[in-house]
T-cell receptor, first 112, second 116 residues
Framework: LAKTTQPISMDSYEGQEVNITCSHN???????ITWYQQFPSQGPRFIIQGYKTKVTNEVASLFIPADRKSSTLSLPRVSLSDTAVYYC?????????????FGRGTSLIVHP | GAGVSQSPSNKVTEKGKDVELRCDPISGHTALYWYRQSLGQGLEFLIY????????KSGLPSDRFSAERTGGSVSTLTIQRTQQEDSAVYLC??????????????FGSGTQLSVL
């Protein structure tokens, strides 16, 4: 399974753009890159997924370089409610034999 | 329901007692996962069900832990003779498990288990 490395914690301020980078040097050809967000006392919530280049939705953008050995989750103009733990996962194209592995994630704290 | 439902939301038990935790996945989701999360830690995989296949039990920490999934839907995680180190949040997730597409897990809110 591809292993991911991401910062343990990050701090930001309201209104700023936050970029969280995840390294996954041994990503497999058919692996997807998926990010989840977890608030205290809740289960993780899917926020974005991509395979290559750039993906954007109403919550975030995901940038994936050509070699796919890393990815960057971009949160535009964060607010206090974006304070959460963000997990980066790779894998998932096998359609039935994939067990998502969650590391400790990146704890993002947004300050007023 | 529209999402993954877990019950109870909180469970306090005494050391040595057995507990059962329930998970109702999203209708139509063939894959079901159990994880546990200790305070300040990441998610630890426990067990995985996919359709009618034999479950992947590789994450269960001891033989005191077991799980079943009836009719491809509801799942129950049972912990026998609970120990204080079993205290954690137990999370259930389900997904469509579509071949060739990236997996997206949908989680319940979890069961907070406290063993006194």
């Amino acid at each position: 399974l591809a292993k991911t490395t991401q910062p343990i914690s990050m701090d930001s301020y309201e209104g700023q753009e936050v970029n969280i980078t995840c390294s996954h040097n041994n990503i497999a050809t058919n692996d997807y890159i998926t990010w989840y967000q977890q608030f205290p006392s809740q289960g993780p919530r899917f926020i974005i997924q991509g395979y290559k280049t750039k993906v954007t939705n109403e919550v975030a953008s995901l940038f994936i370089p050509a070699d796919r050995k890393s990815s960057t989750l971009s949160l535009p103009r964060v607010s206090l409610s974006d304070t959460a733990v963000y997990y980066c996962l790779v894998g998932g194209a096998s359609g039935g034999s994939y067990i998502p592995t969650f590391g400790r994630g990146t704890s993002l704290i947004v300050h007023p | 329901g529209a999402g993954v439902s877990q019950s109870p939301s909180n469970k306090v038990t005494e050391k040595g007692k057995d507990v059962e935790l329930r998970c109702d996945p999203i209708s139509g989701h063939t894959a079901l996962y159990w994880y546990r999360q200790s305070l300040g830690q990441g998610l630890e995989f426990l067990i995985y069900f996919q359709g009618n296949s034999a479950p992947d039990k590789s994450g269960l920490p001891s033989d005191r832990f077991s799980a079943e999934r009836t009719g491809g839907s509801v799942s129950t995680l049972t912990i026998q003779r609970t120990q204080q180190e079993d205290s954690a949040v137990y999370l259930c997730a389900s997904s469509l498990a579509v071949a060739g597409a990236g997996e997206k897990l949908f989680f319940g809110s979890g069961t907070q288990l406290s063993v006194l």
